[in-house]
T-cell receptor
Framework: DTGVSQDPRHKITKRGQNVTFRCDPI?????LYWYRQTLGQGPEFLTY????????KSRLLSDRFSAERPKGSFSTLEIQRTEQGDSAMYLC??????????FGPGTRLLVL | EDQVTQSPEALRLQEGESSSLNCSYT??????LFWYRQDPGKGPEFLFT???AGEEKEKERLKATLTKKESFLHITAPKPEDSATYLC???????????FGRGTSLIVHP
């Protein structure tokens, strides 16, 4: 069990640029979740997949955000036209149905 | 809407000084209450899942308990390596998505 992995671990970008993050879940987990966390807050839900189907999206997920899980394995989260308010830690988690979520190390995004 | 309130926001202890962290919640049909530990700059690390009132779970110096309105994370004789933010989350009957509290930042001084 290699755990949930995320890449990159850190990303610095300029306002207006697009960024893409990758998450590789635990291999036998068919559910995958994306969260955003800012300093002093708990993780806030963004979206989740069961296999390749995106089943739920938060109202926090603006039109600039898109997520995919094309073959039901890894997932990508893309942010277009980044804004300074997008600076945060982006967390990925995975789980079996009805079971506990396990988190990856996160990708820290800084938008200048 | 599920709600989670954690207290205190921050806690400083001396090594060996036992204490408890509180997680108060409101949820429609509890499916699970989760405790995670988060070190600075890292993702949350799973500690416990509790499913029903009266349930207790232990791991090393940590013990989690659950009532119908709140959960406690008891830390017995803490060590400096227990310093971290402890997050509580609840999952209600109507959703697959847990709601997280803001966490309690624990610092244990040697």
């Amino acid at each position: 069990d290699t755990g949930v992995s995320q890449d990159p671990r850190h990303k610095i970008t300029k306002r207006g640029q697009n960024v893409t993050f990758r998450c590789d879940p635990i291999s036998e987990h068919n559910r995958l979740y994306w969260y955003r966390q800012t300093l002093g807050q708990g993780p806030e839900f963004l979206t989740y997949f069961q296999n390749e189907a995106q089943l739920e999206k938060s109202r926090l997920l603006s039109d600039r955000f898109s997520a995919e899980r094309p073959k039901g394995s890894f997932s990508t989260l893309e942010i277009q036209r980044t804004e300074q308010g997008d600076s945060a830690m982006y967390l990925c988690a995975s789980s079996r149905p009805e079971e506990t979520q396990y988190f990856g190390p996160g990708t820290r995004l800084l938008v200048l | 809407e599920d709600q989670v309130t954690q207290s205190p926001e921050a806690l400083r202890l001396q090594e060996g000084e036992s204490s408890s962290l509180n997680c108060s919640y409101t949820v429609s049909g509890l499916r699970g209450l989760f405790w995670y530990r988060q070190d600075p700059g890292k993702g949350p690390e799973f500690l416990f899942t509790l499913y029903s009132a009266g349930e207790e779970k232990e791991k090393e110096r940590l013990k989690a308990t659950l009532t119908k309105k709140e959960s406690f994370l008891h830390i017995t004789a803490p060590k400096p390596e227990d310093s971290a933010t402890y997050l509580c989350a609840v999952q209600g009957g109507g959703s697959y998505i847990p709601t997280f509290g803001r966490g309690t930042s624990l610092i244990v001084h040697p």
